[in-house]
Nanobody, 125 residues
Framework: EVQLVESGGGLVQAGGSLRLSCAAS????????IGWFRQAPGKEREGVSC????????YYADSVKGRFTISSDNAKNTVYLQMNSLKPEDTALYYC??????????????????WGQGTLVTVSS
């Protein structure tokens, strides 16, 4: 069974940092693109960042470029999202998601369809 479990969310002051983790199981981790989405109250879900399994390319939403970094540890089957210089507008429920088909680009976040349960990030001003 494919499973994604997020952790690392919490409450942080503006300007602070958090590192989210997404632990994957049930599939060959490094063959599948994985990314992060977020959804703030009253807003649509948006793609934040992803890492493509076909060529290792990374993608970021404009709102997080220069502040967030996605990385993966294949030995641990875990993808991380390092979030620095956090802003109150980064407050959201953060989800990781995986592509169920191997070796595709995650550009546009369109194939990331297998979801975790989410972890809440709250940034206070």
């Amino acid at each position: 069974e494919v499973q994604l479990v997020e952790s690392g969310g919490g409450l942080v002051q503006a300007g602070g940092s958090l590192r989210l983790s997404c632990a994957a199981s049930g599939f060959t981790f490094d063959d599948y693109s994985i990314g992060w989405f977020r959804q703030a109250p009253g807003k649509e879900r948006e793609g934040v960042s992803c890492i493509s399994s076909n060529d290792g390319s990374t993608y970021y939403a404009d709102s997080v470029k220069g502040r967030f970094t996605i990385s993966s540890d294949n030995a641990k089957n875990t993808v991380y999202l390092q979030m620095n210089s956090l802003k109150p507008e980064d407050t959201a429920l953060y989800y990781c998601a995986a592509d169920p088909v191997p070796l595709r680009s995650c550009s546009g976040y369109r194939y990331l369809e297998v979801w975790g349960q989410g972890t809440l990030v709250t940034v206070s001003s």
